[in-house]
Every structure is written in structure tokens, then in C-alpha cells.
């Protein structure tokens, strides 16, 4: 592989590896958040002993989160400077908003609540973690206004002087059609990992300690397999919307992402093909009629734009070359992000349904704990692999060629190198969060009867000197 495959092979590793993160800490927070409000308002225990045990598995993954992010940055100067160049006035405004205002206060008040158990009022120590809240859900808005811009560029003028592209208008950027479907897209993926991952420790401890916190454990497996199927429902209406902007915008993604050919009205869906190793002929399908014109229009006599008249189309725009992406991987990643997403969906209602009234969840939905978490992260990742490489050739759609933001002086054994290092790198942090989540979680609610909030310690439980100490 040359530098330019090599580079894109890493960014490709290092950002779905700290997209693993991503999606945990933004649910899980917000979960945090609303178990701690229940506690607030009903004074039940169960809901603070939850606030504690779930809040503490949040901050170990924002930790691995954040430190995993950092390297994607190191890597716009290593291989991507052109990139860098290009993009780097527009992307500053939303950048910048993300880490000097949502960043700050997701850090700022993470602190406070973490170290304020017994030091704020009741009433401020909530109001802390829903500014974590708030800082996350920005974070995540200029996050994907900045990679929204990426799939559909406005508000900019392109100087070609400086042969880069300049902000003129960031509202224009922020309120980006794609980055407004986009985002609750996003949010509702993120709720059904996270509620997934509730509900998933939870009837671990139901099913190998049942007698151990029961009414607790019980609470939290229905509260996590009520967000997951209530995510689903805004996973699949929010991205029928982002289907018919897609189209509108990038219509070779859509065109690619059902190995469409040629230009049809009305279009069918095929749920499952097999084709030639290209993917440019198809041997034998399954389809369902008018679903892709819906998709893509919202008609079902709808035209879509095949990948020939496409590519033809391009060519005369822009010039030679070919500008249809990998076919089978966009053709699968985005039935695999379906139908995935889906089956996730259908075990955690399956879960409400064997745990109703009281019953015990059966010995064998063992065999769910580990893939119940995994099945929607797992959805999460092909859709981005989908959304990220359905654009190609582009990095910026319409501006600037994948191949034309190569850093030029980086050489494909450098490359080579900084991978083998992020791998060890990433390698380590992967132990050291799965054996962090697994002891926290094996502990289960013990510890987490510290004093709540607006509560002052007795006098003479410790000694007045003692530093300030981690709460949980």
C-alpha cells in the first residue's frame, strides 16, 4: 500500500477505536443524570446507589475517551497537513467552540460533581452533572457541524490564492442541513448503546447474584431496555430523514449504498444480494419495491440516480476520474448498520417481555449480557464506516479529493511506524479499560453508600486535614 492508503488506514483505526468511547459517555452521562434527578424528586436510595454505580462507569470511559481523541488530532499535521490547510479556517470556528466552550464545561463540572457528593447542596450538585449534559450534547453538535461540512460545504468561499477554503458565514455552517438530521441521528445511536450497557450490567448481576441489590439490578435493566427501544424508534425516523438528505447532497452515497447502477423510478431496496466481487453485477436478490425511492424521496414512485449516470455527470463537472466509492463496503456496511441496530432493538424488548411482572430473567439470557452492549456500538461503527467512506473520493465533497490532503513530505514507512505505536498504544488502553469496567462492574452498588449531597460529615470521622479525595 502506498502513504496515501496507509494514512487513511489509520485514521480509519484510531477513529472508530475512540468512537467506542464516544457513544457510552454520551448516554451514559445523560442516564447519570436522570437517575440522579429520580433520586432527587422521589428520595428513593436505589436511584443515588444507581447515580454512583453508573456515574463511576461513565467517568472511567470519559477518561479512555479523551485520551484516546487526542491522537486523531496529532494526526491532521502528521499525515493530513494539506487537509489541515484546506479546511482549517472553516473548522476552526466550530473547533474552537467545542473545546474552549463545550469542553470546558463538560471538565469543569465533572469536577465539581465528582469531588462535591458532600460539599454542594443537593439542588447545585444536580445541576452539575446536567452541565456535563450540556456540554457533551455541544460537543457532539460541533463535532458534526465541522464533519458535516465535510459531506456538504457551505457557508465558505473558496480562495484560490491560498487554495483553501475560507469562512464567510458560520451560522451557514452550524444550521447545515446535513449536521441538523445528522445530529439527533447521532444521539439516538449514542442512547441505545448506552441504555444497552445499563440494561446489560444490570441483568449480569441479576442472573449471577439474584440475590444481591434484586429491586436495584431490576430497575436499571428496565430503565436501560426502555431507552434502548425508545433510541430505535428516533435511530430509524431520524435516519429516514438523513436518507432523503443524503440523497439530495451526496447522491452517489445513496446510489452506492444499494449497489444501484442504473437510474430507476420507482427504486426497490434489495435486502440481501449477492453480486460479482465488484459489485458491478448482480447475480441474485431479495427486494422490496419502492422502499429505496421512499428512502431517498419520500415517494415510492421517487427517482434515484444510478451510479453510471452519476459518475457521468461527475466527470463532466469536475473532470476525469472515478467518483463511485468502494461499492460492496458502502452496499454492506449500511445493511449491517440496519439490521444490526435492529436486533438490538428486538433483545431488549425481548428482555422487557421475559422480566415483566416480576419474573426472573432465565438462566440462558447469560448468553445476552456481553453482545446486548456491543450489537448498537457495533451498528454505530458501520454507520460511520458507511458515512466516511461513501464519500470517497472526497474528503471535502465537491472540493478536495481524498488523495489531494496527504501531507507530501510523509512517507509511507513513517506512516507505517506512528500505526505499530497508536496499535501498542491503544493496545494497553484497551486492557486497561476493560479491566477497570470489569472490576467496577464485579463490585457492583457496594460503596456506594457515601454521603449525599447537602450532607456534612461528622466532625470526628476524619481527621480535618485530609485531602480532597475521589467521592466514589
Known sequence: ?????????????????????????????????????????????????????????????????????????????????????????????????????????????????????????????????????????????FILAANSWMQNPVGFRYNAERGRAELTDLGAVLTNKVVLVTYPHTIFAAFMVGGAFVAAVALWHLLRRPDVDRDVFRTALKIGAVIVLAASAGVAISGDQQGKVMTEVQPMKMAAAEALYETEKPASFSVFTIGTLDGSKEIFSVKVPYLLSFLGTGHFDGEVKGIDSLQEAYEKLYGPGSYSPNIPLAYWTFRLMIGVGLAS??????????????????????????????????????????TETGRQPWLVFGLLP???????????????????????????????????????????????????????????????????????
Open 1 to 141: 500500500m502506498d502513504t496515501l492508503d496507509l494514512a487513511r488506514w489509520q485514521f480509519a483505526v484510531t477513529t472508530v477505536y475512540h468512537f467506542f468511547f464516544v457513544p457510552v459517555t454520551i448516554a451514559l452521562v445523560a442516564i447519570t443524570a436522570g437517575l440522579q434527578t429520580a433520586w432527587y424528586r422521589t428520595g428513593k436510595e436505589k436511584y443515588l446507589r444507581l447515580t454512583k454505580f453508573y456515574g463511576k462507569l461513565f467517568l472511567i470511559n470519559i477518561a479512555m475517551g479523551v485520551v484516546t481523541g487526542l491522537v486523531q488530532e496529532f494526526q491532521f499535521g502528521m499525515n493530513w497537513s494539506d487537509y489541515s490547510r484546506f479546511v482549517g479556517d472553516v473548522f476552526g470556528a466550530p473547533l474552537a467552540l467545542e473545546g474552549l466552550l463545550a469542553f470546558f464545561v463538560e471538565s469543569t463540572f465533572i469536577g465539581l460533581w465528582m469531588f462535591g457528593w458532600d460539599r454542594l447542596p443537593k439542588l447545585v450538585h444536580l445541576g452539575c452533572i446536567w452541565m456535563v449534559v450540556l456540554g457533551t450534547q455541544l460537543s457532539a453538535y
Open 345 to 386: 432493538g428486538g433483545i431488549a424488548l425481548w428482555l422487557l417481555w421475559a422480566t415483566r411482572k416480576g419474573r426472573a430473567p432465565a438462566k440462558w439470557l447469560i448468553w445476552t449480557v456481553a453482545p446486548l452492549p456491543l450489537m448498537p456500538l457495533v451498528a454505530n461503527c458501520f454507520g460511520w464506516i458507511f
Open 402 to 472: 481524498t488523495a489531494s490532503g496527504v501531507s507530501p513530505g510523509t512517507t509511507a514507512a513513517e506512516v507505517i511506524t506512528s500505526l505499530a505505536g497508536f496499535t501498542v498504544l491503544y493496545g494497553v488502553l484497551a486492557v486497561v479499560e476493560v479491566k477497570l469496567m470489569l472490576r467496577t462492574i464485579r463490585a457492583g452498588l457496594a460503596g456506594t453508600d457515601t454521603p449525599a449531597p447537602g450532607s456534612a460529615p461528622d466532625d470526628d470521622s476524619e481527621p480535618a486535614d485530609k485531602p480532597l479525595s475521589f467521592a466514589y
